[in-house]
């Protein structure tokens, strides 16, 4: 029962504040810092609850993860990009993004601005997945 309130509370959370799924990628720049706020595991997913800071004009590196992220953007401005080298989305302060799982789904979240972008970011994945999965720059001229 506590579990059930817990996944609640958190996905609750996730839409009313989620968070960009920012993580560690290749390379993520320099000041990238993400704090665990919450965890639990339940049915064989692991419920991560994690806040991220992304420095102005850093990125998070391409990535993928291997479950779905929910993102609230509590300060800033996310530009979110796929690997067409194309924005997929632009996430101002109060907005939320979804992140699909899979690596058909590499992209890199971008801070263009110069204030840091805070995001809470709630990770659902299978169990002992790691945040995500590092991927190649897929031919974009920017990193």
């Not at 800071?53 to 850093?58: N, R």
């Not at 779905?68 to 509590?74: D, G, I, R």
């Not at 992209?107 to 601005?113: D, E, P, Q, S």
Request: proline share 6%.
């Amino acid at each position: 029962m506590r579990f059930r309130s817990l996944v609640v509370s958190a996905a609750a959370l996730a839409c009313m504040s989620l968070t960009a799924g920012v993580a560690h990628a290749t390379p993520p720049g320099p000041g990238i810092t993400g704090k665990i706020i919450a965890q639990t595991t339940d049915g064989g997913k692991d419920y991560i609850l994690r806040e991220i800071t992304i420095p102005g004009g850093q990125a998070t590196g391409w990535h993928y993860h291997d479950g779905t992220l929910l993102a609230y953007v509590k300060k800033g401005t996310l530009s979110h990009f796929d690997a067409t080298c194309k924005s997929d989305g632009v996430y101002r302060s109060g907005s939320t993004l979804t992140e699909p799982s899979g690596a058909n789904h590499v992209h890199i979240g971008r801070n263009l601005g110069s204030t840091d972008v805070v995001l809470d970011v709630l990770y659902i994945l299978p169990h002992g997945a790691p945040l995500s999965e590092d991927a190649p720059n897929p031919g974009c001229d920017f990193q």
